[in-house]
């Protein structure tokens, strides 16, 4: 069964860095891309970022270019999202995802497999 396990989120004041981790389990990491997504209350799920298989290819969305970073541990089935210069904003839950097909863009039907979600929450 595969599962990805996120850790927990926070409360940050604007200006703040956060880091949120993904782990995957139950199936081979080296060669899976993931995605990380966000949705705020009200409104879809957006594409936040996406990393291939092997961490030399990442991709953003124009509102965290420059602030969040992707990267990855194969060894450790890990991949973290790094945000910094946090803004109001950035307040959601933010979700990683997988897809069978190594697909790493930003169509959310294009994924098959979901985080828990984690609350990211920034104070003005």
């Known amino acids: 069964q595969v599962q990805l396990e996120q850790s927990k989120g926070g409360l940050v004041q604007a200006g703040g860095s956060l880091n949120v981790s993904c782990t995957t389990s139950?199936?081979?990491?080296?060669?899976?891309?993931v995605a990380w997504f966000r949705q705020a209350p009200g409104k879809e799920r957006e594409f936040v970022s996406g990393i291939d298989w092997s961490g030399e290819n990442t991709q953003y969305s124009d509102s965290v270019k420059g602030r969040f970073t992707l990267s990855r541990d194969n060894a450790k089935g890990t991949v973290w999202l790094q945000m910094n210069s946090l803004e109001p904003q950035d307040t959601a839950v933010y979700y990683c995802?997988?897809?069978?097909?190594?697909?790493?863009?930003?169509?959310?039907?294009?994924?098959?497999?979901w985080g828990q979600g984690t609350q990211v929450t920034v104070s003005s």
């Open positions: 139950g199936r081979t990491f080296s060669g899976i891309a």
């Open positions: 995802a997988e897809s069978l097909t190594n697909y790493f863009g930003t169509y959310v039907p294009g994924y098959d497999y």
